[in-house]
């Protein structure tokens, strides 16, 4: 079987719909045909400075949520990434080998350091995606899982895979293909349908997997829509950006195709699409947030999981890091 990494940073209590959406359930989807590696990507979520205690008690609620969203730890691997050390050896290697200019050119970097000034731009968020390139080729990693948002993230994991071949020689590194599934791979703000739902940013336009199911439905029927006046309810992200949007969610939450369900709306006017869609939200959030609860109850089960994770993704870890380490020409230790 081929391997798959993926990962969440746990920078909010709740996911979004979006991340479910444009990752989660693809991760569910993969874990059948791939030895599949789903980490918390922890490291990564210390790029925006969170409080200790609330960073320990969001990693844990990002696990719940993979599990409540269908990774199963009996196929695929649950990890915390800084239970596995070999991430930040790898990422300096790996650091070694990015040009300046090059990770400067990375637009999440342009688009955070701006968010967060001068003074709160971290060397950290500079380098986050040499970290994340280290995630990835840490495992052999064939196929990456991820949104439309992490699409020149995972080209420089690729370019940097063909460096390490190219300087070191053939099979130094693999290189990973990303898994961006179109028309779902981008949910948008539903109060801002042209920018990107995200949770660390979550407003009243970000769909919390984990938010009262009430004021989920609100969130919903209060989406911006289209300034339309034909009323046109058809799959068009140019034209009708809210519309689209919401089918795609619609869609997604129950199983139904965007054209059957466009086609039944059609000429019926927004006001039934976003009720309806709506109580399918709630319909789909309710189990969902059962399950997260059951699994934050017993945090001593949780963290059951992820320590066999951990020993599971080591195992596949330390082989890969000291393969590279002996091709950079680093002295074994005896
Ligand atoms: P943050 O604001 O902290 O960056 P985020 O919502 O962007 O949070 P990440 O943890 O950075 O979430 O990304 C987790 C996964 O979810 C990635 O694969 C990313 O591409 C995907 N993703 C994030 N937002 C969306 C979205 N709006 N639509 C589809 N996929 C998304
Ligand atoms: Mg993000």
């Known amino acids: 079987k081929q391997r798959i ?4 940073q746990p920078t909010h209590d709740s996911l979004t719909i979006g991340n479910y959406i444009g990752a989660l359930q693809q991760w569910v989807a993969l874990q059948d045909s791939y030895e599949a590696l789903y980490c918390v990507v922890d490291l990564h979520a210390l790029t925006v400075h969170p409080d200790p205690a609330v960073l320990r008690e969001r990693t844990r609620r ?15 691997i649950l990890l915390v990434q800084s239970h596995v050390p070999e991430h930040t050896e790898l990422a300096w290697l790996l650091s ?20 967060q000034g001068t003074e709160g731009t971290t060397v950290g968020l500079f380098t986050y995606p ?16 991820v949104g439309e948002d992490q699409r020149q993230h ?11 071949n190219t300087r070191f020689g053939e099979g130094t590194a693999v290189v990973p293909d990303a898994h961006i599934v179109r028309d779902v791979a981008k949910i948008y703000d539903l109060q801002e349908p042209t920018a990107k739902m995200s949770k660390s940013e979550a407003g009243k336009g970000s769909l919390l997997l984990l938010e009262d199911v009430k004021r989920a439905a609100k969130k919903i029927k209060s989406a911006v829509t ?25 869609s997604a939450v129950t199983g139904r195709g965007v054209d059957e369900i466009a086609a039944e709306y059609d000429g019926r006017g927004y006001g039934h699409l976003k009720v309806d869609l709506a109580d399918a939200v709630v319909a789909f959030l309710e189990p969902f947030q059962q ?7 017993d945090p001593a089960e949780l963290d059951a999981v992820l320590a066999d994770g951990a020993e599971r993704a080591r195992a596949i870890a330390r082989p890969v890091l000291d393969r590279i380490k002996d091709r950079f020409g680093l002295l074994p230790a005896r």
């Open 154 to 164: 995972l080209e420089l994991s690729r370019d940097l895979a063909e460096r390490l």
């Open 62 to 76: 990002t696990a719940a949520q993979y599990l409540a969203g269908g990774v199963d730890p009996e196929r695929s």
């Open 5 to 8: 990494f993926s990962g969440m």
């Open 291 to 297: 399950r997260a609860n059951d699994y934050l109850e």
């Open 226 to 250: 289209d300034a339309d006046e034909t009323y046109g309810v058809r799959f068009d992200p140019a034209e009708k950006p809210g519309i689209s949007n919401l089918l795609t969610i619609f």
């Open 96 to 115: 070694c080998q990015t040009g300046f200019g090059e990770a400067s050119r990375m637009t999440q970097f342009k688009d955070k350091a701006a968010r």
């Open 130 to 145: 040499v970290l994340m390139a280290a995630d990835i080729l840490l495992y052999d990693a064939a196929l990456v899982p």
